[in-house]
């Protein structure tokens, strides 16, 4: 299939930057991959939800940290007045629908989603951007069980897809997040910065003594989960005991699920979202994880229905170029007939193929170099003629 478009003109309609079409070959894709991580999510007992596009900013707000609620995507309803806005992630508008509809549920409550979120990256390219992302969310089922759940789950539905090799890396917010927030305030982001930049010279020189030891030793602590039970003693020794115990609960339960499994105590993804073991999902040439989530216990009580809670979201985008890099690439629309002729002729043939499962596209008499044409842009695997057409 070919598509091509003259180029851009004074007085040609153009989309937002950040936002981009998806054609129908890109568009059926983006489908079936959809239904597919949906489908083995369903396998765990998670029940699919639809979730309105943009919600009020007060509630947006409550599960959100400050820097993603700075760059949320605002506007206002002239109708009532109120403040709105384009949802930066799933999981508030979750909490807000089991603080609502589902307050007497006596859990656990397993709820699976699929959609877009909009987001203003930060750094050199400061455009919105929208993700398409599909996930699960875990309420009111306590730890381990439910962390090794839905990261199984998550696993699941990437080899669902035909995705192998891939690597689980499982952090902990009792470790290094929690040091960084016990630092003076003055130090907190400074220091987050240079740790998540994994420069050491620059939180050399603002840390110092006690401070400064407990960081390194934290920022160590990366390599495969079996070497946990060697870093013990002098994690318990900076009293986070709960976090070795808490990771290799976690690590052994996936064992069997088919990643290879790392720990990373420098880690700082979700800091102060997270309560409890966090994770993503790498995979082999691929720029960004394809999936990441964690525990979050303390987000429901923001709501008013406070419960443990942790969940997953795989990036379809992601996705998508992980299985582009394996060669599934191809058009996973059904072979589609053209059917050239005057409505008469053309009726019976199109409503015989429709009825044996064939996809069909009608056209009125044209001449050849047209017909050629619709093939190329549209990837026709057959024309046909009827007679009297």
């Known amino acids: 299939m070919r598509a091509h478009s003259p180029g851009p003109t004074d007085t040609t309609p153009m989309l937002p930057e950040g936002l981009r079409d998806l054609l129908p070959e890109r568009a059926a894709r983006r489908r079936a991959v959809a239904r597919a991580v ?72 397993r709820l699976a989603y699929e959609g877009s979120v909009v987001r203003r990256p930060r750094g050199r390219a400061h455009r919105q ?7 699960i969310e875990c309420i009111g089922f306590a730890p381990p069980q439910a962390d090794v759940e839905v990261i199984v789950a998550t696993l699941d539905a990437l080899h669902a897809l035909g995705l192998r090799d891939l690597t689980v890396e499982l952090s902990h917010a009792g470790a290094l997040p929690a040091v960084i927030d016990a630092l003076p305030p003055d130090l907190r982001e400074p220091v987050a910065e240079a740790v998540a930049a994994r420069d050491r010279a620059v939180w050399r020189e603002l840390l110092s003594g006690d401070e400064l030891a407990h960081v390194e030793r934290l920022a160590r602590c990366a390599g495969e989960a079996h070497e946990l039970a060697g870093w013990r003693d002098a994690l318990a020794a900076l009293g986070h005991a709960d976090v070795v115990d808490a990771l290799g609960a976690v690590a052994e339960g996936i064992a069997g699920a088919g990643a290879r499994v790392l720990v990373d105590l420098g880690e700082l993804r979700g800091r102060g979202y997270y309560t409890g073991v966090f994770f993503q999902v790498l995979a082999d040439g691929v720029g960004s994880p394809l999936a990441g989530g964690g525990r ?42 053209l059917v050239v002729g005057t409505p008469a002729a ?21 001449d050849d170099a047209t017909v050629a044409a619709l093939v190329a842009w549209e990837g026709y695997a057959e024309v046909l003629r009827p007679e009297g057409g």
């Open 38 to 109: 949906l489908s083995a999510f369903e396998r765990y007992g998670y029940a699919s939800v639809v979730l309105p596009a943009f919600e009020r900013e007060s509630v947006v707000a409550r599960g959100v940290g400050g820097a993603v609620r700075r760059e949320l995507l605002r506007f206002l309803d002239p109708d009532v007045g109120d403040v709105l806005v384009l949802r930066p992630d799933m999981t508030p508008q979750i909490a807000r629908l089991v603080a609502t509809r589902y307050r007497e549920h006596p859990g656990p409550l």
């Open 129 to 135: 951007r929208q993700l398409s992302q599909a996930g």
């Open 296 to 337: 979050y216990d303390a987000l429901l009580g923001r709501y008013g229905a406070p419960r443990a809670a942790t969940g997953a979201a795989i990036d379809l985008e992601a996705v998508e170029v992980a299985l582009a890099r394996g060669g599934a690439g191809a058009d996973p629309r059904p072979p589609r007939v």
């Open 346 to 366: 053309r009726a019976p043939t199109a409503a015989r193929l429709r009825a044996a499962g064939r996809a069909v596209a009608e056209c009125d008499p044209v």
